[in-house]
């Protein structure tokens, strides 16, 4: 079983993907100190990996702005066919990728295959996208004007990212950053490096130049933060994660007026009207609640279901979810992993309580698993209202409030009533119905008769306090450029 670094590279197919220092200018470096990285599964520490200095942040920065001059003068094409390398070398060594996110991050390996699969699609898409960054000519206002619009790489981007896709979120940035002619310096989440830093491995092995990919872990989030926001060579910061935490950065961006992307907390409602297919909507409530066992930002949050088939729902539920299995994400069969932290587990604990103080009922689940831990059993709970923690904060946990309505206004009503507007879900077959509340759902994201919306052909991100920008699809690349118009006089 997994207990220490040795092991987990015994695991590997190629043991040299676990490396666990920073990646700067081209050279993998040791930092001023280590610091260690758990498998949640188990509490043991499995790698002690470089934790870099503010100094070695601002060295990667000063190098990534060299690399960048050149970077930008490839041609498309060019870096379309690096990029294109990187993907396939993330391809032919998935599984170990999988491995080792799962081994520092818990979700089981199935779900670690996909992920590594969904992170490698934003450089496959990317790498085409390169080859058509257009302008365009506009007819000149005098007689003697001439005017054309380029578009032009913003220069070094720097990500900062969580730790519950610790693989697809750096590369649904830095895949159209690089494709886009910028450098990148990504720091990942100290729960999680070592997906960042073999994402680094590959990259060199690609033939990415020296200083364009750049990884600096850090035990410091937020020394790290600062530096980036106040570097005055950062051109463009990109953030996933909480709103809390997106809000405290764009304070500081904003000293520089810095480009910021924010993908940030999410409240989805997953709403089941009483003309769905019920075994459908069972099961993408299953897979949109507890996918990464609820530690997904566009989870369902919030699951409202008509008064009609509130019942039947919830007795599907809880029967399906009784044959589902809690355990180590290493071991086959494993559906749900372990919880991050025990913070984690507290949160999901809090919303449970607060949930049964205010007339909720548990039907499944409700404790900690007895394997210990920060394994929890999946719960869900009926008869929740509006009043209780889990209807305005997200859970990020196991756990499935099931809200009973009556009609489309009061469930719009209830659904947008939320400071987030990220994902958000319905089951209906009416065509009449599908049209009038996807149009009146407030959230960047609706999906219909599905539970699973994540892809890199569209744009995801949020309204409201879930964000600024979008990740993914050809809008995706416009967040790593600066549009500039020549006006000639002939
Ligand atoms: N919209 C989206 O696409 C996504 C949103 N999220 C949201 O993020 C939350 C869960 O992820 P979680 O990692 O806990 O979120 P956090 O916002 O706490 O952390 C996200 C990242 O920010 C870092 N960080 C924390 N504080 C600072 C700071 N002051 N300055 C700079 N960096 C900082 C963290 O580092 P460290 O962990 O080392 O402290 C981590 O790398 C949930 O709210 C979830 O909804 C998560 C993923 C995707
Ligand atoms: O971190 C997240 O929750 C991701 O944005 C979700 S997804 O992109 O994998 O859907």
Not at 286 to 300: H, L
Not at 352 to 369: H, M, Q, R, Y
Request: net charge negative; hydrophobic share 40%; with cysteine.
């Amino acid at each position: 079983m997994l207990d220490a670094t040795t092991d987990l590279k015994s695991l590997l197919n190629d043991p040299s993907l676990l490396e666990t220092r920073a990646y700067i200018g081209g050279q993998f470096v040791e930092g001023e100190d280590t610091f260690d990285v758990t498998n949640p599964a188990r509490g043991d520490v499995i790698a002690k990996v470089a934790d870099v200095s503010r100094a070695q942040v601002a060295g990667a920065i000063a190098q990534a702005e060299t690399a960048q001059k050149d970077w930008a003068k490839w041609t498309g094409k060019e870096r379309a066919n690096v990029l294109r390398k990187w993907f396939d070398l993330m391809m032919e060594n998935q599984e170990d990728l999988a491995v080792i996110l799962t081994a520092e991050m818990g979700k089981p390996l199935a779900e670690s295959r996909g992920e590594v699969a969904y992170g490698a699609s934003f450089v496959e898409f990317f790498a085409e996208e390169a080859k058509r960054i257009y302008g365009e000519t506009i007819p000149g206002h005098q007689r003697d004007k001439r005017i054309t619009v380029i578009k032009q790489p913003i220069g070094v981007a720097a990500s900062i990212t969580p730790w519950n896709f610790p693989n697809a979120m750096i590369t649904r940035k830095a895949g159209p950053a690089l494709a886009a002619g910028c450098s990148f310096v990504a720091r990942p989440a100290a729960e999680t490096p070592l997906s960042a830093i073999v994402l680094a491995v590959l990259a060199e092995r690609a033939g990415i130049p020296a200083g364009v990919f750049n990884v600096v872990p850090s035990s410091r989030s937020s020394d790290v933060g600062k530096e980036f926001c106040e570097n005055p060579a950062v051109r463009k910061l990109t953030f996933t994660g909480s709103t809390e935490v997106g809000r405290i950065l764009l304070k500081q961006a904003s000293e520089q007026v810095m480009k910021c992307s924010m993908e940030l907390g999410g409240n989805a409602p997953f709403i089941v009207f009483d003309d769905a297919d019920l075994d459908a909507a069972v099961e993408g409530a299953i897979m949109c609640k507890f996918r990464n066992n609820g530690q997904t930002c566009v989870c369902a949050n919030r699951i409202y279901v008509q008064a009609g088939v509130y019942d039947a729902f919830a007795e599907k539920l809880k029967a399906a979810l009784q044959k589902m299995t809690v355990g180590d994400g290493l071991k086959d069969g494993t559906d749900f992993g372990p919880l991050i932290t025990k913070d984690a587990v507290e949160k999901v604990e809090e919303h449970i309580a607060d949930a049964t103080s205010k007339g909720g009922e548990v039907i499944l689940g409700g404790n900690p698993s007895e394997l210990g831990g920060t394994f929890f059993q999946p719960t869900v709970v009926t008869g929740a209202t509006q009043d209780m923690a889990f209807a305005n904060e997200e859970t990020f946990g196991p756990l499935a409030p099931l809200f009973k309505f009556e009609n489309e206004d009061e469930v719009i009503a209830m659904a947008n009533d939320t400071i987030f507007g990220l994902a958000s879900y319905f089951y209906a077959n009416d065509l009449s119905r599908v049209y009038k509340v996807a149009e009146a759902l407030e959230y960047g994201i609706v999906g219909v008769n599905t539970g699973i919306i994540s892809t890199e052909v569209a744009p995801f991100g949020g309204v409201k306090q879930s964000g600024l920008g979008r990740e993914g699809s050809h809008h995706g690349i416009e967040d790593y450029l600066e549009m500039k118009y020549i006006c000639m006089s002939v």
